[in-house]
């Protein structure tokens, strides 16, 4: 099994910073795919961004310029940099992983989520 376990949420200010992490453990081979995720309330859930096995990063729209993911392969880790945070950014924010285990099967999992504020 493989678990996500993220951290780094909180309150905090329009214009301020929050870094996330997410640190993978269990039986991993590699992981083929991260990404972020988040639902605001009353809205589904959507796409925040990724980053790949080869470092390609892909970001939606509304955070282009200000949200930047970074991955620490040997750390099974990954991370959400968020600058210029806007009352919009208000979300759980959610890691995903594509998982690569034994048997070349890729598995798709979820961390439980982290609460993030912006007050205006």
């Known amino acids: 099994q493989v678990q996500l376990v993220e951290s780094g949420g909180g309150l905090v200010q329009a214009g301020g910073s929050l870094r996330l992490s997410c640190a993978a453990s269990?039986?991993?081979?590699?992981?083929?795919?991260w990404g972020w995720f988040r639902q605001p309330p009353g809205k589904q859930r959507e796409l925040v961004g990724t980053?790949?096995?080869?470092?390609?990063?892909n970001y939606a729209d509304s955070v282009k310029g200000r949200f930047t993911i970074s991955r620490e392969n040997a750390k099974n880790t990954l991370y959400l940099q968020m600058d210029s945070l806007k009352p919009e950014d208000t979300a759980v924010y959610y890691c995903?992983?594509?998982?690569?285990?034994?048997?070349?099967?890729?598995?798709?999992?979820w961390g439980q989520g982290t609460q993030v504020s912006v007050s205006s």
């Open positions: 269990g039986s991993i081979l590699n992981i083929v795919r």
């Open positions: 980053v790949t096995s080869g470092r390609d990063t």
């Open positions: 995903n992983a594509l998982v690569l285990r034994q048997g070349n099967a890729i598995f798709n999992y």
